[in-house]
């Protein structure tokens, strides 16, 4: 994808359907519109580069500028900012700290993390159980699987981290 900078104005657009808007007045030709119709609009291809990744789930890498190299091509540097900041209500009263946003956001994202850890762990639950009928249909030694089954049904009341889990092993 092309990435394209309004020289004048240094604002960067992603797309066409966002130059199209910037520039309600101009007839656009139809079908794939060429690299020279937007230069004649004083846009120039702009290099975004790879974004970054922030340092940290309360971080958040924006555009920071837009510059020119000595050979006129255009690129972008990236800065790193806080996800959140305080929020006040018009009469200048807090409505809600940064500390209490960034607090509510990794309980958000902790518990959407525990949900797709729960969903993996019901899973390994429906296969352990299979895995158990079939040996007791075979008449074959089950508790290996049911001490499996039971470390996985436990191992969410343990689990305080989510990036950090242990999984229980199942029986060879």
Known sequence: MQNWIHVETQKIFSNLGEIKRANPNTSFPPGPV????LKNLGYEVIDTGTRPLPSSDLKIVKIDQAKQREDKTWYVTYKEVNRHSTTKHPDGSILKTK??????????????????IRDQRNSLLSQADLEISKGL?????VMPWR??????????????????????QPPK
Do not use: C, H, S, T
């Open 147 to 168: 001490k499996y089954r039971k470390a996985l049904r436990e191992m969410m009341d343990n689990l305080k981290d989510p990036d950090k889990v242990v999984w229980p």
């Open 34 to 37: 060429k690299p020279d119709f």
């Open 137 to 141: 249909d075979n008449e074959e030694d």
């Open 99 to 116: 500390a209490q946003q960034d607090k509510d956001y990794l309980e958000n994202i902790k518990m959407i993390k525990l949900g797709g």
